[in-house]
């Protein structure tokens, strides 16, 4: 069993940057692929990045390329999600996933922490 806690979320302006964290309890933490999604009021949850179990992997949506970058460090069980040059549209409730099933099902998520990025 794997518990998943975000933090880091809040409010900013455009153009500025935020850090999300996601710590993770259990041993098999470091075994995991991690993800990060996102959904906005009224969308559907989209994904956002993802990174194997030893970061040599890492995959990005296409809307937060180039502006994101995604990290872990599994001595202490966490993931992060550096976000630089933030827009409105990236407003959302930010959510961590661990343990890729298939495609954008995983097997662990968090409770999710909010992103909100004014204009």
């Known amino acids: 069993q794997v518990q998943l806690v975000e933090s880091g979320g809040g409010l900013v302006q455009a153009g500025d940057s935020l850090r999300l964290s996601c710590a993770g309890s259990?041993?098999?933490?470091?075994?995991?692929?991690m993800a990060w999604f996102r959904q906005a009021p009224g969308k559907e949850r989209e994904f956002v990045a993802a990174i194997s179990d030893t970061s040599d992997n890492i995959k990005y949506a296409d809307s937060v390329k180039g502006r994101v970058t995604i990290s872990r460090d599994n001595a202490k069980n966490t993931v992060y999600l550096q976000m630089n040059s933030l827009r409105p549209e990236d407003t959302a409730v930010y959510y961590c996933?661990?343990?890729?099933?298939?495609?954008?099902?995983?097997?662990?998520w968090g409770q999710g922490t909010q992103v909100t990025v004014s204009a």
């Open positions: 996933a661990a343990g890729r099933i298939k495609n954008s099902l995983y097997a662990y």
């Open positions: 259990g041993r098999a933490f470091s075994t995991l692929t």
